[in-house]
């Protein structure tokens, strides 16, 4: 296990919601990382489950986005490759699907049109 400093274990401690008390921790290095830990993997599953609500088809996806036409988004996918669409992390090739992160395509857009 990492040893902690005294600072780093204050800081992780008032982070978690433990305070000092009497010029001691009242946690120790372990109970920190167990809870670091539950805390992280909370982090984790609720990420999984925002990512899996975000997920389209291309159908979909061209229904819900009223903004982009069936052919725009097409072009913009065909190109992705070069318009570093695949690079952003928006693109899941799925075998023959392609599915599509809303979230993180918009970011894409976004940084990459409002240049």
């Not at 489950?49 to 009223?66: A, R």
């Not at 992390?89 to 075998?95: C, Q, S, T, W």
Request: one cysteine or more; a negative charge.
């Amino acid at each position: 296990m990492n040893d902690f400093t005294k600072e780093e274990l204050q800081w992780i401690s008032n982070t978690l919601g433990y305070y000092e008390g009497d010029g001691g921790l009242n946690i120790d290095e372990h109970d920190i990382c167990e809870s670091v830990h539950s805390k992280l993997q909370s982090m984790i599953d609720n990420y999984k489950e925002s990512i899996m609500d975000d997920l389209y088809t291309f159908k979909q996806f061209v229904k819900e986005q009223k903004i982009f036409s069936e052919a725009a988004l097409r072009n913009i996918l065909f190109l992705r490759d070069k318009n570093g669409l695949q690079q952003s992390g928006a693109i899941i090739n799925y075998g023959k699907k392609i599915l599509i992160h809303k979230t993180t395509f918009f970011n894409w857009f976004t940084e990459t049109y409002s240049k």
